[in-house]
């Protein structure tokens, strides 16, 4: 059965960093693309970052770019969201997802079939 279930989350004041993990169970995760999304009250889904499969190639949204860097240990079979310079705006439930058939292309995008429980990010004073 795959698993995802993500970790790291908790209240950090702005300009703070948090590392969030995606542990994967039931399936390698360097054999599919690996996305961290996140969710604010109110707001819908936004996709964050993700790693693609095989060469690994990373995208950001726009949003996040500079600050936060996603990365893969395949020994520990677990994503990173490394978040740097946090804003209130960055305030959500993040979620990590595989993709099964998001093999080409930029892999921000729908099409994620596996999804994680969430971990609530809170960025405030």
């Known amino acids: 059965q795959l698993q995802l279930v993500e970790s790291g989350g908790g209240l950090v004041q702005p300009g703070g960093s948090l590392r969030l993990s995606c542990a994967a169970s039931?399936?390698?995760?360097?054999?599919?693309?690996i996305g961290w999304f996140r969710q604010a009250p109110g707001k819908e889904r936004e996709g964050v970052s993700c790693?693609?499969?095989?060469?690994?190639?990373?995208y950001y949204a726009d949003s996040v770019k500079g600050r936060f860097t996603i990365s893969r240990d395949n020994v520990k079979n677990t994503v990173y969201l490394q978040m740097n310079s946090l804003k209130p705006e960055d305030t959500a439930v993040y979620y990590c997802?595989?993709?099964?058939?998001?093999?080409?292309?930029?892999?921000?995008?729908?099409?994620?079939?596996?999804w994680g429980q969430g971990t609530q990010v809170t960025v405030s004073s």
């Open positions: 790693i693609s499969v095989g060469d690994g190639s990373t």
């Open positions: 039931g399936f390698r995760l360097d054999y599919y693309a």
């Open positions: 997802a595989a993709g099964t058939l998001i093999v080409f292309g930029n892999c921000l995008r729908p099409g994620y079939d596996y």
